[in-house]
């Protein structure tokens, strides 16, 4: 599969832009946060000595647990508090963790990290070579096309 921002290159990185999932190599990896690597024995030295690798920034060390959203909201109801009153105490606006809990949008570390000191959970796991912890299911194939990044992202919603 080859880049899809350069179109030169072998993509192997998916990375998320503005939303959008792509492919690409290692020179436009930094363009967006690496969603998985198509890298399967990469080894993680190799990232940093290349000469425009993947930048300390954007390698992914805690991503968010699958289900993360019921996760809070039943910690949050367990412990009756509605969701106004917990948005004031981690200083957040309730739209914004009632989106969280329906999963509509990802929060970042930060974000999630209040999360969990103030509910007493554990919302964040630690990833391993900077790629996320992806059940791909058949998409263990080295190529992911859109299609199949379409159809993870639509399973994943349901």
């Known amino acids: 599969m080859e880049c899809d921002i350069c179109g030169k290159r072998e993509a192997s990185f998916v990375v998320q832009i503005e939303g959008a999932k792509m492919g690409a190599c290692r020179s436009c990896a930094y363009h967006g946060k690496i969603v998985l690597s198509l890298e399967e024995d990469a080894p993680r030295k190799e990232f940093a000595s290349a000469k425009r690798g993947v930048p ?42 009632d989106k969280i809990e329906n999963e509509s949008t990802r929060p970042p570390i ?37 299609l199949d990044m379409l159809e993870m992202q639509n399973k994943k919603g349901k």
Do not use: P, W
């Open 110 to 146: 930060e974000t999630a990290k209040k999360l969990e000191r103030e509910l007493g959970i554990k919302i964040l796991e630690k990833v391993e070579d900077g790629s996320l912890n992806v059940n791909v299911g058949k998409y263990k194939k080295k190529e992911l096309s859109l």
């Open 56 to 97: 300390k920034g954007l390698r992914l060390e805690q991503d968010l647990i699958e289900g993360y959203g019921k996760a809070v909201r039943r910690a949050r109801e367990d412990r009756g508090e509605k969701i106004e009153e917990l948005a004031k105490k981690i200083n957040e606006k309730a739209s914004y963790l």
